[in-house]
């Protein structure tokens, strides 16, 4: 049974750019959200997805955006790449409803320069 | 906004010593889960205790949750190099995403 997976594992983009991070959920999950991770920080919560619909939202501009497919698969889209962009960028699936465990992907490093 | 505080921020030990890394947060929760990271990985959860429990065990880690202060603990006992990492407390309110903190930073010395 395969975990969260998520690519690319690292990228880099030149600032103004536009990238696409990708996540397949684990096995029986509904549920895809995104964090975004900056070096020495804990995940900052960027929002997430069920019923392929965005459910909730953390303290991102518009310039996060994202989608989640019939397979519960989901992409986090970054435009206008800033450098303060440079994150790890977690994706998190899980069974919907209150008290369900999270799991993590590896993340995708993005570097922008 | 962050939710979780952990306290310290950075912990080293030796080998076999026990740690214990506390939490903090602000609102009401469901349940609160802790997280460990390796550096530059993904988060590995290790445990998870609800809003009506007071104390959970899992092997070698033992987690507090006291609502009334608003304050978790987790503990690991007899320590290993291998558990070197970053550690996570994660809270779960009104059914919605985690908020973390940021996070204690363990060194256990060989």
């Known amino acids: 049974d395969a975990g969260v997976t998520q690519s690319p594992t690292h990228l880099i983009k030149t600032r103004g750019q536009q990238v696409t991070l990708r996540c397949s959920p684990k096995?029986?999950?509904?549920?895809v959200s995104w964090y975004q991770q900056a070096l020495g920080q804990g995940p900052q919560f960027i929002f997430q997805y069920y019923e392929e619909e965005e459910r909730q939202r953390g303290n991102f501009p518009d310039r996060f955006s994202g989608h989640q497919y019939p397979n519960y698969s989901s992409e986090l889209n970054v435009n206008a790449l800033l450098l303060g962009d440079s994150a790890l960028y977690l994706c998190?699936?899980?069974?919907?409803?209150?008290?369900?465990?999270?799991?993590f992907g590896e993340g995708s490093w993005l570097t922008v320069v | 906004s962050q939710q979780g505080e952990e306290d310290p921020q950075a912990l080293s030990i030796q080998e076999g010593e026990n740690a214990t890394m506390n939490c903090s947060y602000k609102t009401s929760i469901n349940n609160l889960q802790w997280y460990r990271q390796n550096s530059g990985r993904g988060l590995v959860h290790l445990i998870l205790i609800r809003s009506n429990e007071r104390e959970k065990h899992s092997g070698r880690l033992r987690v507090t949750l006291d609502t009334s202060k608003k304050s978790s603990s987790l503990l690991i006992t007899a320590s290993r190099a291998a558990d070197t990492a970053s550690y996570f407390c994660a809270t779960d309110e009104r059914n919605n995403d985690m908020r973390f903190g940021a996070g204690t930073r363990l060194t256990v010395k060989p």
């Open positions: 998190a699936s899980r069974f919907q409803g209150s008290g369900n465990t999270i799991y």
């Open positions: 096995s029986g999950h509904d549920t």
